[in-house]
């Protein structure tokens, strides 16, 4: 199956500060790619549809100014949260729909633990 | 709306079968899916199911009906590795959305 890579695993960080997070598909080119959070104990919510070349497209209740999504390239999206707060704290997955799979499947990285103090 | 409904959790026994339900309400349904996920991975793709029916895979099987909204999954000849979340997702016209999810217990 396609590969998504994301990175960093793990991640802590002092409130206040801004951090990136990064989601490659490392053998398809992936031209939208999805963000989600998970918080313990609960699913996965869909923060936004992530568009190459273009601007994302967020979830209701999910601040586009905090949560800045780029998409620059067909095998690369970026999640960046700035101005982290302890209640940003949570496991952030990204994941991409591989090309030919015509389930629509969903690849998804390894997901991003973010802790902030 | 969109609402996907599943247990919130649910224990078996090893060796034993377990069905896991999953009702939803969704804008549009281009096909169900469901993905494990173990306590701190990302979830990984177990089925799918767009067409009235059962599929089976190995000890695994999702069965859906659209006209009721409803689909399960059933585990066969359960193991203590089963032990993890289980995740509905409903497929609308372009996002995947996600269920609650049901966390399994598989005891000796």
């Known amino acids: 199956g396609a590969v998504v890579s994301q990175h960093p695993s793990w991640v802590i960080c002092k409130s206040g500060t801004s951090v990136k997070i990064e989601c490659r598909s490392l053998d398809f080119q992936a031209t939208t790619m999805f963000w989600y959070r998970q918080f313990p104990k609960q699913s996965l919510m869909l923060m936004a549809t992530?568009?190459?070349?273009?601007?994302?497209?967020?979830e209701q209740g999910v601040e586009k100014d905090k949560f800045l999504i780029n998409h620059a390239s067909l095998t690369l999206s970026t999640l960046t949260v700035t101005s982290a707060h302890p209640e940003d704290s949570s496991f952030y997955i990204c994941?991409?729909?591989?090309?030919?799979?015509?389930?629509?499947?969903?690849?998804f990285g390894e997901g991003s633990r973010l802790t902030v103090l | 709306g969109q609402n996907i409904d599943q247990p919130t959790e649910m224990t078996a026994t090893e060796g034993a079968i377990v069905q896991i339900n999953c009702t939803y309400q969704t804008s549009g349904f281009n096909g169900l899916f469901w993905y494990q996920q173990h306590a701190g991975e990302a979830p990984t793709f177990l089925s799918y199911n767009v067409l009235d029916g059962l599929e089976e895979k190995g000890r695994f099987s999702s069965f859906l009906s659209r006209s009721k909204g409803y689909s399960y999954l059933l585990l066969k000849e359960l193991q203590m590795k089963d032990s993890a979340s289980y995740l509905c997702?409903?497929?609308?016209?372009?996002?995947?959305?996600f269920g609650a999810g049901t966390r399994l217990a598989v005891h000796p």
């Open positions: 992530s568009n190459e070349g273009s601007k994302a497209t967020y």
């Open positions: 997702a409903v497929r609308g016209f372009d996002k995947l959305i």
């Open positions: 994941s991409a729909r591989g090309q030919g799979a015509g389930t629509g499947e969903l690849f």
